[in-house]
C-alpha cells in the first residue's frame, strides 16, 4: 500500500491581539483539506506562493509549532514548515524539519544551519508529538526546539531575512519536493518568541486561548 501523506488545513484563522502592534504577515488561504502520495509526482497544493508568514525581518523573533505525527522517516529531507525553501536552496529562507536517515531536525537560514541530536526516541512512527521552534534575534542560543513542551534542543543560529516571498509550505519545499510522510495538526506561527511556559499553555489551546501574554498568532487546524 502505498504511503499516504495528508495536511489537513480545516480551519484556518488570524488571531489579532489589538494591545500587541501588528505585524504583518499573511495566512496560507482558508477551506483546504490535501493528500498525495508522497512516492509520487511533485504536488504543488500545499504551497502558496508570494505568501509571507514567517515574520521577515533578521530580528524578528518567532514561534512555529504542531502536532505532527510521523508515518515514516523517510530517506530524504522531510519539511515541517518554509519560507522561500526550494530544490535550489536558499534565497531569503528559513527551513524546519527532519532529516529522514538521521532522524534529526535540522534548521536552516540562509547563512547558517544547526541539528538536533536523534529525536527518535521522542517522536516514535505513528504517535502524535508536539513540536515547537523558537527563534529570536542573533545572540547565543536563540534557536530553541521543545518536544512535548519539553527543551530538546539549543544552538546559536545566524538569521537572514525571509522577506523575498516565493512562497510558504507545510510538508513540503516550494519546489514540491522534501515531503514530510505523516499527519500535522494545529500549526500556529507566532510573532514572537514564547517562553517555555507559553508553549506548554498553547500546546492543547484553541489558538491562542489560555495562553499568558500578548501575542499574535496564524493558526492552521486540522481535525484527525
Not at 113 to 131: E, F, K, L, M
Not at 198 to 220: M, P
Request: aromatic share 12%; with cysteine.
Amino acid at each position: 500500500m502505498r504511503n499516504r501523506f495528508r495536511v489537513a488545513a480545516i480551519l484556518i484563522s488570524l488571531i489579532f491581539d489589538l494591545l500587541v502592534p501588528s505585524i504583518s504577515f499573511s495566512a496560507a488561504p482558508a477551506g483546504s483539506d490535501f493528500a498525495y502520495d508522497k512516492e509520487y509526482s511533485v504536488s504543488t497544493n500545499k504551497i502558496w506562493g508570494n505568501v509571507q508568514t514567517i515574520p521577515p525581518g533578521a530580528t524578528d523573533g518567532f514561534t512555529v509549532e504542531a502536532w505532527i505525527n510521523i508515518e515514516s522517516y523517510t530517506t530524504d529531507w522531510m519539511s515541517i514548515v518554509d519560507q522561500n525553501q526550494g530544490d535550489t536552496c536558499c534565497t531569503n529562507r528559513l527551513w524546519f524539519g527532519i532529516y529522514g536517515p538521521g532522524r534529526y531536525f535540522h534548521v536552516g537560514t540562509e547563512k547558517d544551519t544547526t541539528d538536533s541530536p536523534d529525536i527518535s526516541s521522542n517522536i516514535t512512527v505513528g504517535t502524535w508529538a508536539h513540536v515547537a521552534l523558537t527563534l529570536a534575534a542573533d545572540g547565543t542560543n536563540n534557536l530553541k526546539i521543545y518536544i512535548n513542551g519539553t527543551l530538546f534542543h539549543q544552538d546559536t543560529l545566524t538569521r537572514w531575512t525571509t522577506t523575498n516571498a516565493n512562497g510558504f509550505t507545510i510538508g513540503t519545499s516550494t519546489s514540491g519536493s522534501y515531503r514530510f510522510d505523516g499527519i500535522f495538526d494545529n500549526v500556529k506561527i507566532w510573532n514572537a518568541v514564547l517562553t517555555q511556559t507559553q508553549i506548554q499553555e498553547s500546546r492543547y489551546a484553541y489558538g491562542s486561548e489560555g495562553v499568558s501574554g500578548d501575542r499574535k498568532s496564524t493558526r492552521l487546524n486540522s481535525s484527525h
